[in-house]
């Protein structure tokens, strides 16, 4: 595969091919860098989305060396940075590891000059990634039809509800709406024995998995429009493109094979509880309380859906009569599903999970504790693998926080966030720096890639259009 062509600026500006450009980027992004080349190292991303579906987007693009511009609103920010639980300066925890190896620049979108500034920006860049309504970066004059003319290379990938054509693209999408519309709330949810369908509201997921689900589908689809591009600068062709992420679609695609069964046979797929439609046997069953906390129920999974597997779960239960011709495969397991299960927590109830646990593993049948974020953070395989890593949080502006941690900085404190992930051999991209502190990147930023001076900094900072 050849290099990946990138604009005509970052070829001038850094002299980076795709290899070895993030060790010539500038100093800044250096100060903290691995020794590994990162695989989108030399890439500049502008983000111009706030919350979660764009920002988690650029965390992941960022994790794996992409150059992160942030632009943030002055005086407030991103809502995210304060959300939910505050640190001690008043921050999330939350933005701090979702703002992570980004570049915070506090520019006021409202303002002519500061889309000026946004516009010069991304004729910079090689992606724009933002999760407004439809219509908004057509409205700034920041939309594909208005730059594409002037950076012909630009990749913008759109995150949005329902995607940016059809009927529904001007309703605002938040994840919760489209995790409903998706029919992933329906099957998600205690079974009504009369019906199927649900008995009461459905089960949310205690976190923004419509969001989060999104910015995966952007950061995979960004990928895969920076390989387009390369192929298409190689035949001659102008490599921008956009990538049209939905949350409803996100979604969709996590439903597994419940279009094609209804298309085929009819099958309406509703609730299950903590099992799974169709496959048997999987599900949480309870265990004795712990002794430390007699009140707080105690609950385990166990996945034997496989053949073999549920054999050796049946002889590990002491459950010989449910083996045979019978039960020997999934879909006639599926028939005999309540005799199973019962037979399961019958078993699991009168015993600890650490006994239940050393049964199943004796056994070889996948089992597994349902834990919260305290046995997380201290498991054994999360801890060898690097899975929970503590990145250093300055109080000098929120800049190269890792760096400065190392070098002795007393004037801040660790938090930890999830590591880097899908590990990739050859490569070590651990979190270079927390979140930011808003605007600690705009002067770096307006200087070294515009040219503005200290003088004319101020005066947009005077005006209002900058912080």
């Known amino acids: 595969m050849g290099l990946l062509v990138l604009p005509t600026r970052s070829v001038k500006k850094f002299n980076f091919s795709f290899v070895r450009g993030f060790l010539n980027a500038p100093a800044f992004s250096r ?14 991303v502008l983000e111009l989305g706030q919350l979660i579906a764009g920002p988690f987007a650029g965390q992941l693009l960022g994790q794996f060396g992409a150059e992160i511009i942030k632009v943030e609103a002055p005086k407030k920010g991103d809502p995210l940075r304060v959300w939910r639980e505050l640190d001690i300066d008043g921050c999330s925890p939350w933005f701090r590891s979702i703002g992570r190896n980004k570049k915070s620049v506090a520019i006021d979108l409202h303002t002519a000059k500061g889309r000026e500034l946004v516009r010069k920006l991304a004729l910079r860049s090689d992606v724009l990634i933002e999760n407004f309504k439809p219509g908004t970066l057509e409205k700034w004059s920041l939309d594909a039809a208005s730059l594409h003319p002037h950076n ?40 009504d024995p009369d019906t199927g369908g649900l008995s ?39 490599g921008g493109t956009t990538v049209d992420v939905s949350i409803l679609e996100s979604m969709l695609n996590l439903m597994e094979g419940i279009i094609p069964a209804y298309d085929r046979i009819g099958a309406v797929r509703g609730p299950s509880g903590s099992s799974v439609t169709g496959i048997v046997p999987t599900n949480a069953y309870a265990c004795l309380p712990a002794p430390s906390s007699p009140n707080t129920p105690v609950y385990i999974v166990i996945g034997a859906n496989g053949d073999s597997l549920y054999t050796r779960l049946m002889a590990a239960i002491d459950a010989p009569h449910l083996t045979g011709p019978a039960y020997a495969q999934n879909h006639q397991r599926v028939a005999h599903q309540a005799e199973i299960e019962a037979a399961i927590t019958a078993w699991t109830r009168v015993r600890t999970a ?29 801890r060898a693998r690097g899975a929970v890593q503590d990145v250093w949080v300055s109080q000098r502006g929120g800049r190269d926080g890792a760096a400065e941690g190392r070098d002795g900085d007393e004037g801040g404190w660790h938090v930890k966030m999830p590591g880097t992930f899908p590990q990739m051999e050859g490569c070590d991209p651990q979190p270079r720096w927390a979140g930011p502190d808003l605007g600690a990147h705009t002067d770096e ?3 070294d890639e515009l040219g503005l001076s200290a003088q004319e900094i101020a005066r947009l900072r005077e005006e209002g259009v900058i912080a």
């Open 31 to 44: 100060s903290a860098v691995h020794k590994q080349d990162l695989p989108l190292a030399g890439i500049r």
């Open 152 to 191: 012909p290379d630009l990749i913008y990938t759109r995150v949005s509800g329902y995607g940016q054509t059809g009927p529904w693209a001007s309703r605002p999408g938040f994840a919760s709406v489209c995790e409903a519309e998706s029919g992933f709330r329906f099957i998600n949810g205690i079974p």
């Open 200 to 238: 009461g509201p459905p089960v949310r997921p205690n976190i923004s998995l419509g969001d989060s689900v999104a910015g995966l589908h952007a950061a995979f689809g960004t990928v895969l429009a920076l390989l387009q591009r390369q192929r298409k600068k190689e035949k001659g062709q102008a």
């Open 354 to 382: 650490e006994e239940v646990e050393a049964r199943m593993s004796e056994a070889r049948v996948p089992v597994g504790r349902v834990v919260s974020v305290r046995e997380i953070v201290e498991g054994e395989q999360v």
């Open 445 to 447: 930023v307006l200087m």
